[in-house]
């Protein structure tokens, strides 16, 4: 079944198209010009510019797979979780397709697009342990198979995607703030300084971020003095502790032999390393999505969406859009003889 997918649930707009053969094409859009000078997602900016952006993406994408709208089978697009006015602009443009085309349409979580990111560069069996990092989201998940996942634990507070944005807002980096935190600390020493780590009792999963960001703060205020990539450095060596230690420790007690990281903080490369060789030394397979999927792309939620489609899931055309949207507890799709046309 060929498919195209959109995923417009932050700043970015993507387009994709998938097929047996795996990955067609995937677009994506980038906003960051747009918000740089707000230093951070501004929610009415970002919808208005995925209005003028997502046709362009969508005949980008069928461009590049050298297909048209007449080939494409299925149409899977991102209801939530995200910015409503973001995610409406994709939603309604691939209902619009669904419904002037008369192809089954399917609604995908992002987080699980996220989650099964991995699955478009090789196979993974199930189950494995899942750690989503994201600019909203920093959760554990057993993914049990497409569709069946269990929340283990998820952070308290800050997201780590927002803790480094934040922390490069202290430090008045350029948006979007990780990508400059990973940048600079590639030169920096990590051990120069030692921000505060949030403890975790015993068989809690639960993460934190803000007592990180504070202690960046407070050590800003203190008058600072190290050099710019020895801060951060530092300040990404504490935030990647706090998500290597969880992690390790999940897959450990629950004996699950592959750990998958995903979500746009994967993308940092201190994150990768740390990951990669304190996961092989315990003995367990670490993967990584390619870094195009790593932060918000439309192949992923292709992947979702497709297998949903081609197990018959369908959405009806009345679909909205989820602001928050947990994941397991996504609107149960209908069998298509159900749907609403
Ligand atoms: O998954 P994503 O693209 O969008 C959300 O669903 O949130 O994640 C965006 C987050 C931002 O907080 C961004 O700063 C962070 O991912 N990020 C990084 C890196 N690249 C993106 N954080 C640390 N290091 C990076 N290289
Ligand atoms: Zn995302």
Redesign the pocket.
Known sequence: MRVLAIET??D?TAAAVLDASGVRASIVASQDLVHKPYGGVVPELASRQHVTAILPVIERALAAASVGLDDVEGVAATYGPGLVGSLLVGLQAAKGIAFARDLPFVGVN?LEG?LLAILLDRPVAFPYLGLLV????TSLYVVEGVGDYRLLGRTRDDAA??A??NGAKMLGLGY????E??RLAADGDPTAIRFPRATLKRGDYDLSFSGVKTSLRQYLLDGGGAPLPDVCASFQEAIVDMLVTPTLKAARALGLATIVVS???S???RLRARMEADGARAGFDVAFPRFAYC??NAAMIGYAGRERLLRGERHSLTLNAEATLPIGVARAARAPEAAAS
């Open positions: 649930s932050c970015d992002h996220h994201s600019g909203g989201h995607g927002e480094f944005d979007p703030g990780g990508r935190i990973d979500g746009g903080v993308a940092n490369r932060t918000d």
